[in-house]
């Protein structure tokens, strides 16, 4: 009985390396973003007036260049501003997104549509989005 359970297991072990093995490779091919502190920033309360920014870093966790070809904010109070050279494989870039408050009380949400070449898109598109939320008060 010990000797068919080690070759069982051993074949197992086996199977499952490979299929890891090639979960990974499916998930790296190509560019591919992974964000340090998530796709999505809270700036929590900020006052009416000030301009408020965050740089949303990020991973090449791929294995071919990443090119951001464009950056769509879905209002023209959202400011996106990303560096246009291609980012390697392994290396990071940031995209700085800014939100001007002056006449803008309340809460928001805003996003930035990112558009590239990595494929790790949702639902397969050529758009990555990341989100700004918080709430102006007034002074």
């Not at 340090?36 to 965050?54: L, N, Y």
């Not at 260049?65 to 940031?94: E, F, H, R, Y």
Request: charged content about 20%.
């Amino acid at each position: 009985m010990k000797k068919l359970i080690i070759p069982m297991f051993l074949v197992c072990l086996g199977f499952c390396l490979q299929l890891s093995t090639n979960a990974i490779a499916q998930k790296k091919d190509g560019a591919a973003f992974k964000f340090k502190d998530g796709d999505t920033f809270d700036f929590g309360e900020v006052p009416m007036g000030d301009d408020v920014f965050h740089d949303f870093i990020f991973t090449n966790v791929g294995n071919a260049a990443l090119i951001i070809t464009d950056a769509n904010p879905s209002c023209s109070c959202t400011t996106p501003v990303w560096d246009k050279a291609p980012v390697m494989p392994g290396q990071t870039g940031k995209i700085n997104v800014g939100y001007k408050t002056k006449e803008h009380p309340g809460p928001f949400n805003k996003e930035v549509s990112i558009l590239s070449n990595a494929t790790n898109n949702p639902n397969g598109e050529k758009r990555y989005t990341i989100y700004i939320k918080g709430t102006v008060k007034t002074k």
